[in-house]
């Protein structure tokens, strides 16, 4: 059974930093490239940044580059999304996926979630 585990969500200040993790079991995420993807309120969901396994390419949508970072741990079959200078506009819930890819234009191919973990930015 494939589950994927966020945590690392809550409630923090704007300008503030957070660190959300991923923990895999059921597959091994060297086989797979990594994302997260965010939900706001009423909104849709939105991939983030994602990393291409085979090379470690990193891809950012652009309301989060330069603030967040993507990294993954195959040792550990993990993957992490450090945030930081959080804004009010980056309130949402936040999923992890496993994909099959991860090219110049954001992820493609999710083929498991996870639940998701909560992110309140306050001002």
């Known amino acids: 059974q494939v589950q994927l585990v966020e945590s690392g969500g809550g409630l923090v200040q704007v300008g503030k930093s957070l660190k959300l993790s991923c923990a895999a079991s059921?597959?091994?995420?060297?086989?797979?490239?990594l994302a997260w993807f965010r939900q706001a309120p009423g909104k849709e969901r939105e991939g983030v940044s994602c990393?291409?396994?085979?090379?470690?390419?990193?891809w950012y949508s652009d309301s989060v580059k330069g603030r967040f970072t993507i990294a993954g741990d195959n040792a550990k079959n993990a993957v992490y999304l450090q945030m930081n200078s959080l804004k009010p506009e980056d309130t949402a819930v936040y999923y992890c996926?496993?994909?099959?890819?991860?090219?110049?234009?954001?992820?493609?191919?999710?083929?498991?979630w996870g639940e998701g973990t909560l992110v309140n930015v306050s001002s």
């Open positions: 996926a496993a994909i099959e890819f991860c090219g110049v234009s954001g992820p493609y191919g999710m083929d498991y």
């Open positions: 059921g597959i091994t995420l060297d086989a797979y490239s």
């Open positions: 990393i291409y396994s085979s090379n470690g390419r990193t």
